[in-house]
Nanobody
């Protein structure tokens, strides 16, 4: 079993910052890409930022220059620094990781339970 657990969400004023963390545990052989998604009420889940196993990053246009994704392979963790937050960033943020649980297993997508980020004055 693999579990992803997010932390770091909360209520912040516009212009503020938060750092979300996601730690993976369980039977993990290797990671490929890791990513953060978000879903606002009434909207589809969307990709916020992604990072490959060699550190290449990709961001949604709406967060470029404000959010920074990083990973710590030794800790099986991925992070996203959220700066200059706007009310439209309000959403539940989900961690995603592509994980192999064994040398001869397929890579599968795993998801965390989500953490709420609310940007409001």
């Amino acid at each position: 079993q693999v579990q992803l657990v997010e932390s770091g969400g909360g209520l912040v004023q516009p212009g503020g910052s938060l750092r979300l963390s996601c730690a993976a545990s369980g039977s993990i052989f290797s990671f490929n890409a890791m990513a953060w998604y978000r879903q606002a009420p009434g909207k589809q889940r969307e990709l916020v930022a992604a990072i490959t196993s060699n550190g290449s990053t990709n961001y949604a246009d709406s967060v470029k220059g404000r959010f920074t994704i990083s990973r710590d392979n030794a800790k099986n963790a991925v992070y996203v620094q959220l700066n200059s937050l706007k009310p439209e960033d309000t959403a539940v943020y989900y961690c995603n990781a592509q994980i192999k649980t064994g040398l001869y297993t397929y890579t599968r997508d795993y998801w965390g339970q989500g953490t709420q980020v609310t940007v409001s004055s």
